[in-house]
C-alpha cells in the first residue's frame, strides 16, 4: 500500500476529531460480533494503517498514532507500519496496552472516542474503570470514520444454505431446547446472541460472509416462545425461511436488532456474553433492563462433539491426509526436478489438491508459507507483493513451516508441518525434535475431567522450557465442526484466564501446535487436531474422572528432521505408532507418487 495514502488517511482522521472536539480515538480489529476474521466494511485498522494482522488497535491523538499487537506480529507489523508516521506499541507482560497508555497520556476532561458497534460490553467496561478515575470522558455513541472513509465497502451479501443434512447430528429444534434450559438455569427471560458461529452451529445453517468461516452477519434473540433472527432478508430462500418457521423462528431486519431489544421491560432479564456483544447493539435498551453476563449456553454447547460428529471429523481429516499426500508427493518431486517454487505455489498447490476431496468449501484460514526467516513469523502470509522463493545454495538447507486447513461440510481442518529444503544443519535436527518432544508429551497427557485448559499448557511447553526455550503464542485452540477453526471456549494457554467456563470436556477438539521461532532464521511449529476423550480406567479410581487426547489429524511428521538421540523410548514409540495409524488411514485413498511418498515417511524411526 502507498505509505503516502495511510498518511493522508491519519491526517483525514485527524482533522475528524478536531472537528467533533475529541482528543483521541480507539480503532479496534473487531465488528458487531466480536469476530476474528471481518469482513472488509468493518477492517477499519486495517484501512487505516495498511496492517495486515489479525489482531491489533490503534490509537490517533493529534500529535501520536500507535498500534499496539502482540509479539506474532511484532516483525510483520514494524515492516508494514515503516514510513507511515505509526509507531508500533509491542503488547507484552510489564508494558503498557492501548488502554494504560491512554489513562497516563491524557489530561483530565479529556475525550476518547470507539465506535460502540464494535466494542465489547467486556472492553467498555475496563475503558470507564481506568478513565473514570482520570476524568477521561469515552463516547462511543458515533462512528468518526464515517466522516473519513468515503470509499467504504459495502456489507456483504452472500446467500445462506443449509449444512448438509447427512453431517447434522442435531435438530434446529433440540439445540434450541437446549439454550432454553442454559436460559432457565440462568434465570434469564431473554437471551441475544451476536456471535456468528454460536448462530449458524444454532440454527443449522452457513453462509460466506466472512472469509474461511462459513458464518454470516445476523443476530439472535430468544425468549422462552420465540427466536427472532436479524438478518438481511436478501440472504434467505424460501425455503430456508420456511424451515427457520417451522423450527420456532420469525425473520427481522438486520438492523432492527436495537429496537427489539428497545422494547424489553423491567421485568425481563437478558444474558449475554460481555465479550461477544457489542455496546452499539445495546443502544436502546432502558436503564431498568437487568443483565446476566455469562458465558453462552451454546458456546459449551457447540464445543462438545457427538460421537457423530467426531466420526465425520475423522473422515475430513482422512481426505485431508490424503490430499497432504498428493500436496507432498508433488511438491517433493517438483524441488527434486529442479523445478523454482515460492511460498505462493505452495497456497496455490494446497487448494488445488483440497478442492478435490469431496465435501471442500474453502481453505479454514490463509495459509502460513514460510521459508527460513519468515517462518519464524508465526503468523506469516505470503503475497504477490511480498514472498520468498525456496532458493538454497549449493551445501546449504532451510526450512519451511506450512500452516494450513480446510473447510469440508464433515469437518475443520488445521495442520502445521515443516519441511526441510536443501541440506538441513544439525541445529534444525536439534530445534525441531525439541519441538517434537513437546508435542509428544501433550499428545500423551492424562488429565482431570474438567480441568481449566489453560493449566496444562505447561505439560507441553515443559520439554521446551528444559532447554531454556519457548514460543509466544498458545499451545492449542478450540476447532470447530464446520465452523470457525479457532472456537472456544477451551483455550491451551497460561496467559489466558482459567476460569471455570475454560473446563476440558469430552468431546471437545483443540489443537496441539507448539512452535520454537528463531528470529532472521527459521520457525518450527507441529500441528495436529485432538479429541478429548475419557480415560478407559479398568477399575474405578478414588481421584474422579480423567480425560486424554485423541488425536486426529493424519499426516506424516518429516522424520529426517529428526535426530532421534534425542528423543526418549517412549517419545519413539510414540511416533512409530502414530505414523503407523496414518499409513494405515490413508493407504487406501492415494496410490501412485503419493502412496509412495506416504509409504516412505511412515517408516519406523
Given amino acids: 500500500m502507498n505509505k503516502?495514502?495511510?498518511?493522508?488517511?491519519?491526517?483525514?482522521?485527524?482533522?475528524?476529531?478536531?472537528?467533533?472536539?475529541?482528543?483521541?480515538?480507539?480503532?479496534?480489529?473487531?465488528?458487531?460480533?466480536?469476530?476474528?476474521?471481518?469482513?472488509?466494511?468493518?477492517?477499519?485498522?486495517?484501512?487505516?494503517?495498511?496492517?495486515?494482522?489479525?489482531?491489533?488497535?490503534l490509537v490517533v491523538t493529534a500529535d501520536f498514532a500507535g498500534l499496539w499487537t502482540d509479539s506474532r506480529y511484532w516483525v510483520h507489523a514494524a515492516d508494514q507500519l515503516e514510513g507511515t508516521g505509526i509507531s508500533l506499541e509491542k503488547l507484552a507482560p510489564g508494558?503498557?496496552?492501548?488502554?494504560?497508555?491512554?489513562?497516563?497520556?491524557?489530561?483530565?476532561?479529556?475525550?476518547?472516542?470507539?465506535?460502540?458497534?464494535?466494542?465489547?460490553?467486556?472492553?467498555?467496561?475496563?475503558?470507564?474503570?481506568?478513565?473514570?478515575?482520570?476524568?477521561?470522558?469515552?463516547?462511543?455513541?458515533?462512528?468518526?470514520?464515517?466522516?473519513?472513509?468515503?470509499?467504504?465497502?459495502?456489507?456483504?451479501?452472500?446467500?445462506?444454505?443449509?449444512?448438509?443434512?447427512?453431517?447434522?447430528?442435531?435438530?434446529?429444534?433440540?439445540?434450541?431446547?437446549?439454550?432454553?434450559?442454559?436460559?432457565?438455569?440462568?434465570?434469564?427471560?431473554?437471551?441475544?446472541?451476536?456471535?456468528?458461529?454460536?448462530?449458524?452451529?444454532?440454527?443449522?445453517?452457513?453462509?460466506?460472509?466472512?472469509?474461511?468461516?462459513?458464518?454470516?452477519?445476523?443476530?439472535?434473540?430468544?425468549?422462552?416462545?420465540?427466536?427472532?433472527?436479524?438478518?438481511?432478508?436478501?440472504k434467505i430462500s424460501s425455503e430456508i425461511e420456511q424451515g427457520l418457521k417451522d423450527s420456532g423462528f420469525t425473520l427481522a431486519d438486520y438492523n432492527a436488532v436495537q429496537d427489539a431489544l428497545g422494547a424489553l421491560t423491567p421485568e425481563d432479564l437478558l444474558l449475554l456474553d460481555p465479550s461477544k456483544v457489542a455496546i452499539g447493539t445495546l443502544s436502546k435498551?432502558?436503564?431498568?433492563?437487568?443483565?446476566?453476563?455469562?458465558?453462552?449456553?451454546?458456546?459449551?454447547?457447540?464445543?462438545?462433539?457427538?460421537?457423530?460428529?467426531?466420526?465425520?471429523?475423522?473422515?475430513?481429516?482422512?481426505?485431508?491426509?490424503?490430499?497432504?499426500?498428493?500436496?507432498?508427493a508433488d511438491f517433493e518431486q517438483r524441488l527434486a526436478d529442479g523445478e523454482r517454487l515460492s511460498e505462493l505455489d505452495v497456497d496455490s498447490m494446497l487448494i488445488a489438491v483440497r478442492s478435490q476431496q469431496p465435501h471442500y468449501v474453502?481453505?479454514?484460514f490463509p495459509t502460513i508459507a514460510g521459508f527460513n526467516d519468515n517462518g519464524a513469523l508465526p503468523h506469516y502470509r505470503a503475497t504477490p507483493e511480498k514472498f520468498s522463493y525456496l532458493d538454497v545454495a549449493e551445501g546449504e538447507g532451510g526450512l519451511l513451516l506450512i500452516d494450513s486447513g480446510a473447510q469440508y461440510q464433515n469437518g475443520t481442518t488445521d495442520i502445521t508441518r515443516v519441511v526441510g529444503i536443501g541440506q538441513v544443519s544439525d541445529a534444525h535436527k536439534r530445534d525441531f525434535s525439541t519441538v517434537l518432544k513437546a508435542h509428544v508429551a501433550l499428545a500423551r497427557a492424562n488429565f482431570p475431567d474438567g480441568i481449566a485448559s489453560p493449566l496444562i499448557d505447561a505439560i507441553c511447553r515443559a520439554p521446551l522450557w528444559?532447554?531454556?526455550?519457548?514460543?509466544?503464542?498458545?499451545?492449542?485452540?478450540?476447532?470447530?465442526?464446520?465452523?470457525?477453526?479457532?472456537?472456544?471456549?477451551?483455550?491451551?494457554?497460561?496467559?489466558?484466564?482459567?476460569?471455570?467456563?475454560?473446563?476440558?470436556?469430552a468431546g471437545m477438539i483443540s489443537s496441539n501446535e507448539p512452535g520454537l521461532y528463531r528470529e532472521g532464521k527459521y520457525g518450527i511449529r507441529i500441528e495436529?487436531?485432538?479429541?478429548?476423550?475419557?480415560?478407559?480406567?479398568?477399575?474405578?479410581?478414588?481421584?474422579?474422572?480423567?480425560?486424554?487426547?485423541?488425536?486426529?489429524?493424519?499426516?506424516?511428521?518429516?522424520?529426517?528432521?529428526?535426530?532421534?538421540?534425542?528423543?526418549?523410548?517412549?517419545?519413539?514409540?510414540?511416533?512409530?505408532?502414530?505414523?503407523?495409524?496414518?499409513?494405515?488411514?490413508?493407504?487406501?485413498?492415494?496410490?501412485g507418487a503419493a502412496l509412495e511418498w506416504l509409504t516412505e515417511r511412515t517408516k519406523a524411526i
Avoid at 482533522?15 to 465488528?31: F, G, K, N, R, Y
Avoid at 431498568?288 to 451454546?298: K, L, R, Y
Avoid at 487436531?529 to 480406567?537: D, E, P, S
Wanted: negative net charge; aromatic residues 8%; hydrophobic residues 40%.
Fill in 4 to 57: 503516502q495514502n495511510i498518511h493522508d488517511r491519519i491526517d483525514n482522521l485527524r482533522q475528524a476529531l478536531v472537528e467533533q472536539d475529541l482528543t483521541a480515538i480507539i480503532v479496534p480489529s473487531a465488528d458487531p460480533h466480536l469476530s476474528e476474521y471481518l469482513p472488509e466494511y468493518w477492517q477499519a485498522r486495517q484501512w487505516l494503517t495498511g496492517f495486515t494482522g489479525s489482531v491489533g488497535t
Fill in 95 to 234: 508494558q503498557p496496552n492501548h488502554i494504560v497508555w491512554l489513562a497516563g497520556h491524557l489530561q483530565e476532561g479529556d475525550s476518547v472516542t470507539v465506535d460502540g458497534n464494535v466494542l465489547s460490553i467486556a472492553e467498555q467496561d475496563k475503558l470507564l474503570n481506568a478513565f473514570d478515575a482520570n476524568d477521561i470522558t469515552l463516547i462511543t455513541d458515533r462512528d468518526v470514520l464515517d466522516d473519513v472513509w468515503a470509499d467504504r465497502p459495502a456489507l456483504p451479501t452472500a446467500k445462506l444454505y443449509v449444512h448438509n443434512a447427512q453431517f447434522v447430528a442435531q435438530s434446529v429444534t433440540s439445540k434450541l431446547a437446549a439454550v432454553r434450559e442454559g436460559m432457565k438455569e440462568a434465570g434469564a427471560t431473554h437471551h441475544l446472541l451476536s456471535s456468528l458461529d454460536d448462530i449458524a452451529w444454532l440454527t443449522n445453517l452457513r453462509g460466506a460472509d466472512i472469509d474461511y468461516n462459513p458464518i454470516f452477519l445476523s443476530h439472535l434473540l430468544i425468549s422462552s416462545d420465540n427466536a427472532t433472527l436479524f438478518i438481511d432478508n436478501n
Fill in 466 to 505: 528444559q532447554a531454556q526455550m519457548d514460543y509466544g503464542h498458545g499451545t492449542g485452540h478450540g476447532v470447530g465442526f464446520f465452523l470457525n477453526v479457532h472456537e472456544g471456549p477451551q483455550v491451551i494457554a497460561y496467559s489466558a484466564s482459567t476460569p471455570k467456563e475454560r473446563a476440558m470436556k
Fill in 285 to 328: 435498551i432502558a436503564d431498568d433492563v437487568g443483565f446476566i453476563e455469562q458465558m453462552a449456553p451454546s458456546s459449551l454447547l457447540k464445543s462438545v462433539k457427538s460421537d457423530a460428529d467426531i466420526d465425520h471429523v475423522r473422515e475430513a481429516m482422512r481426505q485431508d491426509g490424503a490430499a497432504l499426500c498428493e500436496f507432498f
Fill in 528 to 591: 495436529n487436531l485432538m479429541v478429548n476423550k475419557r480415560v478407559a480406567q479398568p477399575t474405578e479410581t478414588d481421584f474422579g474422572d480423567f480425560l486424554n487426547f485423541e488425536t486426529v489429524t493424519y499426516c506424516p511428521i518429516d522424520t529426517r528432521l529428526i535426530e532421534k538421540s534425542l528423543l526418549s523410548d517412549v517419545e519413539v514409540d510414540w511416533l512409530n505408532n502414530y505414523h503407523k495409524q496414518v499409513y494405515a488411514e490413508l493407504n487406501s485413498r492415494v496410490k
Fill in 362 to 364: 474453502s481453505p479454514s
